[in-house]
């Protein structure tokens, strides 16, 4: 099966880890990977902030990067439902929309296309460790994906999950809004925080970087001793005991 990866932005720049280990797991289940180097930021920033004609452009620049795609996948939900807006953000011009509307219907966050096309539910991770996993807006909210990351956390031998207290919550980063309402975003990471410690884990675990980055940086911060890992590092984790 071919696959494109979607690296998305903040893959690309903090996280290129998870990135590595989307292709390994990718490869590991028979998919032959490429990726298209046309590739941009999905205009996400630009769309939330209400600039939709910077966004629009964004758009076609993806669209045009990922036309000869068989699948496109990414390491982030939040990016993965960006692609599915492009169809509502494309619909005064009908044939962007088409193209958009076939973007959408072969695109996927990692551990949806894992479950739900590769029909993989155990990738043979290995991972000793108390961990917790925080739900992101975007990719539960929008791009409804909740079962694919719990189903495949669930099979990590070794792994003991811990459920988080108000994991629907936001934690405050929402992309721009971090950047516009500091003093509100930093009081949503700290109710964040305060759960994700109220867990004893060892390790939080997520899909998607930007609210890696935003708790991670607010626990790096504050000292607090948890590791911060993307869902993709721990699904191709492996260890000797």
Not at 172 to 187: D, H, L, N
Request: glycine letters at 6%.
């Amino acid at each position: 099966m071919k696959v494109s990866l979607f690296i998305t932005c903040l893959g690309d720049m903090f996280y290129p880890n998870a990135g590595k280990a989307t292709v390994e797991l990718l490869e590991k289940f028979d998919c032959t990977v490429d990726f298209p180097e046309q590739q941009t930021c999905c205009g996400q920033p630009a769309f939330n902030s209400g600039y939709h004609s910077d966004a629009r452009k964004a758009a076609k620049q993806t669209i045009e990067a990922f036309k000869d795609a068989a699948y496109v996948v990414t390491p982030s939900g939040s990016c993965a439902a960006m692609l599915h807006e492009y169809s509502h953000l494309l619909k005064d011009e009908p044939q962007w929309q088409q193209e958009a509307d076939a973007l959408s219907a072969k695109s996927y966050e990692l551990t949806q296309f894992l479950v739900d096309v590769l029909q993989v539910e155990n990738t043979g991770a290995s991972f000793h460790a108390k961990a917790t996993y925080h739900t992101s807006c975007h990719m539960s909210r929008l791009l409804q994906v909740t079962r694919a990351p719990q189903t495949l956390l669930g099979n990590v031998n070794g792994l003991e999950m811990v459920d988080l207290s108000h994991k629907h919550d936001c934690c405050g980063f929402g992309g721009t809004f971090a950047v516009k309402m500091p003093e509100i975003s930093k009081e949503m990471v700290d109710e964040k925080v305060n759960c994700i410690q109220a867990t004893e884990a060892d390790i939080l675990i997520g899909a998607d970087a930007g609210c890696l980055m935003n708790i991670g940086g607010r626990m790096s911060r504050e000292e607090t001793p948890v590791k911060v890992m993307h869902i993709a590092e721990v699904l191709n984790h492996t260890e000797e005991r």
